[in-house]
């Protein structure tokens, strides 16, 4: 579990952040909503590490971040995985290669060891066969796969997600949203995932934190969120006529359980 306990964050003297405070369960799909500018992407950089907050506390299972040396954040960011919004795999190596990476990187295993890890995570993703390609050999949601392949190489006990469907159709995106969420329950991981992907929302958003001019407005889940009454978060999430009409029809009819 990730507690984040009323941090604040500016940038000269513009605060991003207001005083936010926020709880990202283990075991559950966590979603970070909001508008371009809400402030949500500063939220997922402060909780990886990436900008400190001016006040605040970032629990990452009762050890708070904001208080480590250096020497500790190296060593909470070898039970983080990462998937970056595009990917971030490097195009000089095969799938196999990227999936290494960070085992070459964090780990003292040796070369069989990581072989076997590195086809286990490519296997779990469903890319079986595809080890001797090149990223530019392979589809965008191909490479997404072998992205989150090398994020949960190390067996991270925290997953973060940038945006994980930007640039992808809409049946690549759900298959993504259920990897990640099968992941997330079969290892117990904490997930936390930054998007503005409705069909992420409303499909695995177990745990939804809507960020609205840098405050959390509302937190709740993919059901609770048709009956909503906050108007910043309706005029969010039911912005287009096909939204409206599929929470006319769960109002109506209930939504079907995962």
């Known amino acids: 579990m990730i507690e984040v306990k009323n941090i604040t964050k500016s940038f000269d003297g513009v605060t991003v952040l207001h005083d936010v405070s926020a709880t990202f369960e283990t075991g559950k799909t966590n979603l970070i909503i909001g508008q371009s500018g809400s402030g949500k992407t500063v939220m997922l950089k402060s909780l990886v590490g990436l900008m400190r907050p001016e006040k605040g506390k970032i629990l990452f299972d009762g050890r708070d971040i904001m208080s480590m040396n250096t020497e500790e954040v190296k060593q909470l960011r070898k039970e983080i995985g990462m998937l970056f919004q595009g990917s971030a795999l490097f195009d000089s190596e095969t799938v196999l290669g990227n999936v290494m990476f960070p085992l070459v990187m964090f780990t003292g295993m040796t070369r069989g060891e990581m072989l ?3 086809k286990f995570c490519i296997e779990r993703v469903n890319l079986k066969g595809a080890e001797n390609k ?3 050999e392979i589809s965008g949601g ?3 796969r072998v992205a989150i392949a090398r994020a949960i190489a190390l067996n991270p006990r ?3 997600c940038d945006e994980p469907n930007s640039g992808l159709d ?3 995106s759900i298959l993504i949203d259920e990897l990640l969420s099968d992941i997330t329950h079969e290892y117990n991981i904490t997930t936390v995932i930054n998007t503005h992907d409705m069909n992420s929302v409303l499909g695995i958003g177990e745990n939804i934190i809507f960020i609205n001019k840098g405050h959390r407005e509302w937190v709740g889940n993919m059901n609770e969120i048709y009956n909503t009454s906050n108007e910043a978060l309706n005029e969010f999430v039911f912005a287009t006529d096909l939204f409206q009409e599929v929470r006319r029809y769960v109002t109506a009819n209930g939504r079907r359980q995962r």
Do not use: C, E, V, W
């Open 116 to 118: 076997d890890r590195a």
């Open 134 to 136: 090149y990223p530019s």
């Open 142 to 144: 191909m490479q997404k």
């Open 158 to 160: 925290y997953l973060f």
């Open 170 to 172: 809409p049946k690549t």
